[in-house]
T-cell receptor, first 111, second 114 residues
């Protein structure tokens, strides 16, 4: 089955810096890669996703890149703000519905 | 629109006792998911329903876990008997696959087995 590895497990940055979180997946048939943000004690919420026919997608300060050959994808957050502090999960799926999540990255943005 | 509703939010039980979790998905969402999230880990899929049919229950520990989704709306996940290792957050999610594949998560039920 699919296996998703995520790193780093923790990431501390200063406000205004950029943050990059990387994930690798094992199954080359995976075609959908969402990213979820989970604040402490709250539900995971989708922040951006990308499909395998696209190499990059951007939404304001957030972007995701996908390298199908290497089977890895990354989340980029620019101009980080304290409210970006949360745990971020990547996921991969074959057919959009069976998500396999990574282990999460705890992002801390210091003022 | 109202989000995914789950109850209870917290549950503490002794091992070997039964426990049940309830989920009400977003209105009109035909797909419902149950996940388990262990501390410091990502959610792991337990079961997926398309309307009232369980289409993927390959990761559901069927010796002690059961689920149902009567009438294709609300769903219940049950554990009987509970074990210490079942302590986790149980998340319900739903999606409307006719429009988007985004999964909307509920607030979860935090289960503690003592």
């Amino acid at each position: 089955g699919e296996n998703v590895e995520q790193h780093p497990s923790t990431l501390s940055v200063q406000e205004g810096d950029s943050a990059v979180i990387k994930c690798t997946y094992s199954d080359s048939a995976s075609n959908y890669f969402p990213w979820y943000k989970q604040e402490l004690g709250k539900r995971p919420q989708l922040i951006i996703d990308i499909r395998s026919n696209v190499g990059e997608k951007k939404d304001q300060r957030i972007a995701v890149t996908l390298n199908k050959t290497a089977k890895h994808f990354s989340l980029h957050i620019t101009e980080t703000q304290p409210e970006d502090s949360a745990v971020y999960f990547c996921a991969a799926s074959i057919g959009f519905q069976k998500l396999v999540f990574g282990t999460g990255t705890r992002l801390l943005v210091s003022p | 629109e109202a989000g995914v509703v789950q109850s209870p939010r917290y549950k503490i039980i002794e091992k070997k006792q039964p426990v049940a979790f309830w989920c009400n998905p977003i209105s009109g969402h035909n797909t419902l998911y149950w996940y388990r999230q262990n501390l410091g880990q990502g959610p792991e899929l337990l079961i997926r329903y398309e309307n009232e049919e369980a289409v993927d229950d390959s990761q559901l520990p069927k010796d002690r876990f059961s689920a149902e989704r009567l009438k294709g709306v609300d769903s219940t996940l049950k554990i009987q008997p509970a074990e210490l290792g079942d302590s986790a957050v149980y998340l319900c999610a739903s999606s409307d696959n006719d429009r988007t594949y985004e999964q909307y998560f509920g607030p979860g039920t935090r289960l503690t087995v003592t």
